[in-house]
């Protein structure tokens, strides 16, 4: 049974536990913790012929769905899921989306449990 985002309150708990245990800060790059975040590109918009290039809810990102050719919501696994670019630079918006899920990451690799 998937939790979907029921999940989000335990992993919210989960992470604010380790910074309670000061093994994580609110305000740390995580970054250098999650390879996987690191490497995450910044969606830049527009192709060379001025065509939006991604797709989804987000229209950049539905673009971007057709052109991998996959949903990015498919995949049973988190990290099957994070196969798409960041839609802004960590730390300068806010939207409804995966942010909980690398958080979710972050927190099994400081405690090397799974959620």
Not at 66 to 71: D, K, S, V
């Amino acid at each position: 049974m998937a939790l979907a985002s029921m999940s989000k309150l335990l992993t919210i708990i989960a992470a604010l536990q380790l910074v309670e245990k000061r093994l994580v800060d609110l305000e740390t790059d995580v970054s250098s913790l999650t390879p996987t975040l690191a490497s995450q590109g910044i969606l830049q918009g527009l192709d060379a012929a001025g065509r939006p290039r991604y797709d989804m809810s987000n229209p950049d990102l539905a673009r971007f769905t057709a052109y991998r050719g996959r949903n990015i919501n498919s995949g049973s696994t988190i990290g099957e899921r994070f196969g798409y670019p960041l839609t802004f630079e960590p730390d300068t918006a806010w939207k409804y989306g995966t942010g909980i899920d690398w958080v979710g990451q972050l927190v099994e690799l400081l405690t090397g449990q799974t959620l």
